[in-house]
């Protein structure tokens, strides 16, 4: 540390008269601009965080120079709960100690202070603090508070990029003592890091995390600032090894004075970024289904870029599945700035199901401004958010006809896959109980449930491949139970159930199947609770679906996919895939033995019902693939014993027709326009 003056002892009488009469006014008037320090702890397995991350993060639009906030991402988890939060993983011991240097540190909440006098600890659906609370208003009368201070921050590196030297000048408008009480606290932060999938839990995953913090240098409890004179600059130094970066070119330094006794922050400072030619060797997965052909052996690809300015000469390659072995190659050879390629890791005989590859990537780079991004790790307390991981499929290979009623104690079923965009539970085995199937209503032990998720996230569950060969008019027929939910009578659930199908191994997906809640809904009224199951056989129905294009084709995967519109439980059973007609959707209440002819038609289409039935107030519609209704007539003649309509005016191709009756679809089956 060296203190340096700014009044130079040769200058004259007068000059030296009127420096003297200048300080003194300093001491009474003269001030800086005030720079708000907001400082953010939290983690984001807690559901508040996501909202202030999006608050944090608008703050340099709305007071453009007047704010430097910092996020401490820490674990408040304090009972040995699985955080969901990669960025708690590199926290440092600095950053767990300043978690709890305000009194007011509530785990698992998520706190924020503004300069150490005002803060607050959001929740939900508010915001209450004990301490005075904060706003935006709030934050810019604090900006209009002058400071005595001006802290200036630069930062440079070595040549290997791994040391961050930091250089803070702190001047003082008037005499400042500092005593003991108040201290110089270096932190380095990222400005942001941009994760590839959204990470987090409840209803606000975000992927863009700002202002990061990496450390407290040289540590949590920082350096006496002591006293600096009027008009004078002391000077500190630093250095940090750099660690746990996603990008050294989002890299700042940010230093601010703060008096203990009272936790004011009397003025802080950031530098500037520093521009560093990008050195990056990138990796990721090139695809995520192998289907093994007759037996035979897959090979996990990933793609490797070069993503910086510098040509690669030569890379190191460790892989392996998640807790097993590892493996190592070697790859020479020229690859320019700009360019990618496919590299197949040679694996011994991988079994059907999923495996977690990883893989690290050394280049012959001088050095890496983007570390992270040359990995791909799984971090089982991170659940799957950490940076970028892979999980790859190898289906499982089964005949036509195909059937399963998840009875058989293993799961998934050997072959099936589980895929989910979140960090929430995925498709599981339910302990409540399956579909009321045979005749003499024995209940099936388990079913297959969709649990309570964030609004969009989606899981999925993805059939063996299955061999279509011999298949003449194959449909897919399950069981299903769902019911909607509401609050104060109003219907909120927007969730949906698709099923897709690929002939080729996963490299892309036909949607054959799309029904939002309005026609998934099997039980009513709609409920308030989250996690609703079904008991009895009048709350299941039976839906099919038809796949003949894929007659012939040796290797066809079928996913079911649930969409969240954070709703209720959506339950599956007793998947087939056989031989025989799409008759339809039916529960325990349906119209029996309703007949639509012909089918497939050129126009005019004819529906029957059974004498024995009567339809007082019945609607017909058509529902085409991507779940559109096409055409719908309400106003029907001869509803009691039957109707006609034409559809000539429609296009060729597959629709599911619909009759309703009293607001209740009793009848669907698969439309062939010709």
Known sequence: MKNSSLLSPGLNFFLITFSVFFISALSTSAQY????????????????????????????????????????????CLAGCDPEDPLSLHKTA??????????????????????????????????????????????????????????????????????????????AAANFIGGTNSKLRVVPIEEYIQFPEPIGSFNYHVSRIPRVVRDMTPDQIGVYVGTINAGSTSSYD???????????NTLRAVAFVQDDPTMEVIQAGQSQFVAIPIADCSVSFSKKYYCPQNGNNVYPEIKISNEGVFTIHQLNIDYGIYGGNM???????????????????????????????EVNVQSDLPYDTRPHNNLLHFEPAAHENTLQYMTMYVPGQVYYPFTEDFESGTYPPF??????????????????????????????????????????????????????????????????????????????????????ASNDCGESWQLIYRKDESQITTALPCSMTNM????????????????????????????????????????????????????????????????????????????????????SDPQFRLIDVTGRIVYEVSDIE???????????????????????????SIFRKQFIKE
């Not at 020229?334 to 694996?347: E, K, Q, R, V």
């Open 94 to 171: 600095a950053i767990d100690s300043r978690s709890f240097y305000y009194p007011y540190h509530v785990a698992p909440a998520t706190d924020v202070y503004v300069d150490g006098i005002y803060g607050f600890l959001p929740w939900a659906l508010g915001w209450s603090s004990p301490i005075p609370p904060c706003s935006d208003s709030t934050i810019l009368q604090r900006a209009l508070v002058p400071s005595p201070l001006s802290i200036n921050v630069q930062h440079t590196f070595n040549s290997t990029y791994d040391t961050m030297h930091i250089h803070v000048e702190i001047t």
């Open 415 to 500: 072959g099936w896959n589980i895929e989910t965009t979140g960090s929430e539970d995925a498709w599981a085995l339910s302990p409540h109980g399956g579909f009321l199937a045979s005749p003499n209503l024995i209940l099936a032990p388990l079913g297959l449930m969709f649990k309570y998720h964030p609004w969009n996230e989606r899981t999925s569950i993805v059939t063996p491949a299955i061999d279509f060969t011999n298949a003449i008019s194959p449909v897919v027929s399950f069981d299903l139970a769902y019911k909607c939910k509401n609050y104060g009578g109003v219907q909120t659930d927007y969730d949906t159930l698709n099923i897709w």
């Open 327 to 357: 493996y190592n190659t070697t790859w020479t050879g020229s690859m320019l700035p700009g360019t990618s390629m496919i590299l197949a890791l040679n694996f011994p005989l991988l079994p059907p199901g999923s495996s977690i590859l």
């Open 532 to 615: 609703w199951t079904p008991s009895s056989a009048a709350e299941w129905m039976t839906d099919t679906v038809s796949i003949l294009q894929f007659v012939g084709i040796n290797s066809v995967l079928l996913k079911f996919e649930a969409i969240s519109g954070e709703g209720q439980s959506l339950y599956l059973d007793n998947i087939n895939v056989a031989e025989g007609m799409v008759t339809g959707i039916h529960n325990a209440n349906a119209v029996a033995e309703i007949m639509m002819y012909p089918n497939p038609s050129t126009g005019i289409v004819n529906i029957s019902v059974p004498q024995e039935e009567e339809l």
């Open 238 to 248: 630093f250095n940090w090894a750099v660690n746990n970066v996603y990008d050294l």
């Open 33 to 76: 601009p005030r720079n708000v320090l907001i400082e953010n702890f939290g983690g984001f397995y807690h559901q508040p965080q996501g909202k202030v991350v999006n608050w944090i993060d608008s703050l340099s639009e709305k007071f453009p120079g007047d704010v430097i906030p910092i996020c401490y991402y820490v674990t408040p």
């Open 638 to 664: 001869n509803q009691k014993s039957g109707f006609s309509v034409d559809l000539g005016v429609l296009e060729s191709g597959m629709y599911t027709a619909e009759i309703i009756d009293h607001n209740t």
